[in-house]
């Protein structure tokens, strides 16, 4: 399961990078849950096409994410982000202390987009 949600996300993300083919496939088996045989039906092609597709697409997702690092940089925003509403929570008091601390996680967030 945790590797579908892996897959899905690297999918969503990188998705428009593969083939139209290579995306269809991967949403069928990812997304959608079909086996290889339904998936080979669906798209006329072997079970042995379909499992080199979706292993050729794994890939090429991983390689994306290797290189470019976005999921990577999602969660870093995410933590980011959760660290910040936590400041603004805590800061309800006005402390100036905790304002300036907002206002350097804002720039810091700002730097990573």
Same mark, same amino acid.
């Given at each position: 399961?945790? +590797?579908?949600?892996?897959?899905?996300?690297?999918?969503?993300?990188?998705?428009?990078?593969?083939?139209?083919?290579?995306?269809?496939?991967?949403?069928?088996?990812?997304?959608?849950?079909?086996?290889?045989? =339904?998936?080979?039906?669906?798209?006329?092609?072997?079970?042995?096409?379909?499992?080199?597709?979706?292993?050729?697409?794994?890939?090429?997702?991983? =390689?994306?994410?290797? +290189?470019?690092?976005?999921?990577? +940089?999602?969660?870093?925003?995410?933590?980011?982000?959760?660290?910040?509403?936590?400041?603004?929570?805590?800061?309800?008091?006005?402390?100036?202390?905790?304002?300036? =601390?907002?206002? =350097?996680?804002?720039?810091?967030? +700002?730097?990573?987009?």
């Amino acid at each position: 399961m945790a +590797k579908n949600l892996a897959m899905n996300l690297l999918l969503d993300v990188y998705g428009v990078m593969l083939t139209n083919r290579q995306n269809d496939i991967m949403e069928l088996y990812y997304q959608h849950d079909l086996s290889l045989g =339904e998936i080979s039906e669906e798209t006329s092609i072997t079970r042995q096409g379909v499992m080199n597709c979706l292993r050729k697409s794994e890939r090429r997702l991983f =390689e994306l994410e290797r +290189k470019l690092g976005l999921i990577l +940089k999602l969660r870093e925003l995410e933590v980011d982000i959760a660290e910040l509403e936590q400041l603004v929570m805590t800061a309800e008091v006005k402390n100036e202390y905790l304002m300036s =601390e907002i206002d =350097e996680k804002i720039v810091e967030i +700002k730097r990573k987009l």
